[in-house]
């Protein structure tokens, strides 16, 4: 499982703009936050929920854009619930929130991800 200080090294990493590459979709988007300049160092981590068990990757696709979001979609106790997703199963997702999506949603670099790398 992937742990919060390998999240913050990948994006560290990127931050220096060292050259190395990740399998793990998580850490791979950690790395390219930080070679976009975009430091996860004081990053709040995050206990949330999604209704519908994550993606294989921990990574959310954003539909409108056709590309992946940069972590997973989920909701705070402050997010307003779409409707559409009561009937799902609730699911629990602890990680480091990582930015919003496309729909202004929270998202977060999971720490239940599979290390790949």
Do not use: H
């Not at 793990?24 to 160092?41: D, E, K």
Request: glycine share 10%; charged share 20%.
């Amino acid at each position: 499982m992937i742990t919060k200080e390998q999240i913050l090294e990948a994006n560290q990493r990127g931050l220096n703009e060292e050259r190395t590459g990740y399998y793990t979709p998580v850490l791979r988007v950690a790395y390219n936050l930080g070679l976009r300049g975009i430091s996860l160092q004081n990053a709040e981590t995050a206990t949330c929920f999604r209704f519908g068990k994550a993606p294989e990757n921990f990574l959310s696709w954003n539909y409108s854009a056709g590309t992946s979001e940069n972590g997973l979609s989920v909701y705070t106790d402050k997010s307003i619930v779409r409707s559409e997703f009561l009937d799902r199963q609730k699911y629990e997702y602890t990680g480091l929130v990582s930015g919003k999506g496309g729909d202004g949603e929270t998202l977060i670099l999971c720490f239940n991800a599979q290390n790949l790398d």
